[in-house]
C-alpha cells in the first residue's frame, strides 16, 4: 500500500510538522507554503497542482525518507492561513510585554499572534492570559 501526500499550501516553511506526522499510523501530510510560496509567486510562476504535488513529492523524499511515489494525492491550496512570525517577532513581543507591565495596563496578550501557532500553543496561551489575569500560577 503506498502512501498518500497532502499538499497544504500556506503560511509555513519546511515540514517540520510533517516529521510528526509520518510517526503517526495515517499517512504523512506534506505543508508548503511561506517564503517558498512567496517566491513562487513574485516569479509569476504558475501555481498548480502539478507543481504542489511535484514538490510535495520531492520534499518528503528528501526530508522524509519516503521514495516511494504516493498512492494518491490530494492538493489544496490555503493562502495565509497559519500565521508566520517576521525577524525581530520575539524582541517586539518581549518589549511590548515589558510596556504593558510597566504602564499597568488592564491586557493580557493571548493568541497565536504571539508565541505560538498551534492549537496546543494558543491553547496554552489562552490558560497563561487566564492566569495572569485572575493572579494565580498556572499549572504545569
Known amino acids: 500500500m503506498g502512501r498518500t501526500v497532502v499538499v497544504l499550501g500556506g503560511g509555513i516553511s519546511?515540514?517540520?510538522?510533517?516529521?510528526?506526522l509520518s510517526?503517526?499510523?495515517?499517512?504523512?501530510?506534506?505543508?508548503?507554503?511561506?517564503?517558498?510560496?512567496?517566491?513562487?509567486?513574485a516569479r509569476g510562476s504558475v501555481l498548480s497542482q502539478e507543481l504542489f504535488q511535484k514538490e510535495a513529492?520531492?520534499?518528503?523524499?528528501?526530508?522524509?525518507?519516503?521514495?516511494e511515489p504516493p498512492s494518491h494525492c490530494l492538493v489544496h491550496l490555503h493562502k495565509n492561513c497559519i500565521p508566520q512570525?517576521?525577524?525581530?517577532h520575539w524582541q517586539k513581543l518581549e518589549s511590548?510585554?515589558?510596556?504593558?507591565?510597566?504602564q499597568k495596563l488592564p491586557?493580557?496578550?493571548?493568541?497565536?499572534?504571539?508565541?505560538?501557532?498551534a492549537v496546543n500553543d494558543c491553547i496554552e496561551s489562552?490558560?497563561?492570559a487566564a492566569a495572569r489575569v485572575l493572579g494565580t500560577e498556572p499549572n504545569s
Open 96 to 102: 511590548a510585554t515589558q510596556f504593558l507591565a510597566a
Open 14 to 20: 519546511g515540514l517540520a510538522a510533517s516529521y510528526h
Open 85 to 88: 512570525y517576521t525577524l525581530g
Open 57 to 67: 513529492e520531492k520534499a518528503a523524499a528528501t526530508q522524509l525518507g519516503l521514495k
Open 23 to 41: 510517526r503517526a499510523p495515517c499517512p504523512p501530510k506534506v505543508m508548503l507554503g511561506g517564503s517558498w510560496l512567496r517566491t513562487l509567486e
Open 107 to 117: 491586557l493580557t496578550l493571548a493568541g497565536a499572534s504571539y508565541e505560538g501557532v
Open 126 to 128: 489562552g490558560r497563561q
